[in-house]
């Protein structure tokens, strides 16, 4: 008898699939493919915490956004499209931030057309010691398909992703392929929890303001951590506080980038490696 099972749910309103081995499960929208979950069961005995963010507002599917009902609760089209689908991890793609005034206009949003597009599932899989599903998106302004499989192996608390992109025109295409984690509370709580990685103290901050008035730090600045510049002329300290509008430098060298999240009091942390 397998643990190993792929199947279609709903998770609060969305269009989902579930995949487990019987030691964690994840799940994943159709709606930008997100993905929304990442846990231990609880049959294991294991703390079940999901550590990805989950919206404290009422989400719909983000390709039924549409301004004219939507801008009151979510905002603009600008951000509202991708906030009324948010959650967890979600990929940006073919750019990472926000598209012009005009490009708004021609109905793209926050981070690109992958987060906030229907995608379709393509196939799935459960054999003996896997359980796989397929994805896949097509991306008509920025003229891409995005593939993605997910597996989930027998004894193993780790989840696979491969990812391709095919450009469907005869013309290069330069584009920004974001990996977006957001983790949140309960697992992540400012009274005793810390994010480390693996980079250079050397950082700058964004090079544009955010969110039109209300940043942090001051824009386009270079810095040492953890002491950063704040919008006031003052420096504040990253180190145990959300980090706002910054990017550090990562080590040439490295084949991996970890980010680890302790949660000091139940002794976890979710880190990640990529792989070429």
Request: hydrophobic share 35%; with cysteine; net charge positive.
């Amino acid at each position: 008898m397998t643990d190993l099972f792929c199947r279609k749910m709903t998770w609060q309103g969305h269009e989902a699939r579930l995949l487990g081995n019987g030691l964690v499960r994840l799940l994943t929208l159709t709606g930008g493919g997100h993905i929304a979950e990442f846990r231990f069961e609880r049959s294991t005995g294991l703390p079940a915490l999901n550590p990805l963010w989950v919206p404290p507002w009422r989400t719909i599917e983000p390709y039924r956004y549409r301004e004219k009902t939507h801008a009151r609760k979510y905002g603009s089209a600008l951000e509202g499209k991708l906030l009324s689908g948010l959650v967890g991890h979600n990929i940006c793609l073919d750019y990472f931030g926000a598209p012009s005034p005009e490009e708004v206009k021609q109905g793209l949003s926050q981070h690109g057309e992958a987060p906030n597009a229907r995608w379709r599932v393509t196939g799935s899989q459960v054999r003996s010691r896997r359980a796989g599903l397929a994805l896949s998106v097509d991306l008509p302004v920025a003229g891409l398909t995005l593939t993605r499989q997910i597996s989930l192996c027998t004894g193993e608390s780790v989840a696979y992703f491969e990812e391709t992109i095919t450009n469907q025109r005869k013309v290069d295409h330069i584009f920004h392929w974001t990996q977006h984690v957001t983790l949140g509370p309960p697992f992540l709580a400012y009274a005793n929890s810390k994010i480390a990685m693996s980079a250079s103290p050397r950082g700058r901050t964004f090079p544009a303001e955010y969110e039109e008035g209300k940043s942090l730090l001051r824009a386009g600045r270079d810095f040492r951590w953890p002491l950063a510049p704040g919008a006031d002329g003052k420096r504040l300290c990253e180190e145990r506080r959300w980090f706002h509008s910054g990017a550090q430098l990562a080590p040439a060298a490295a084949d991996r980038i970890l980010l680890p999240a302790p949660r000091f009091p139940l002794g976890r942390r979710l880190g990640g490696k990529p792989r070429a």
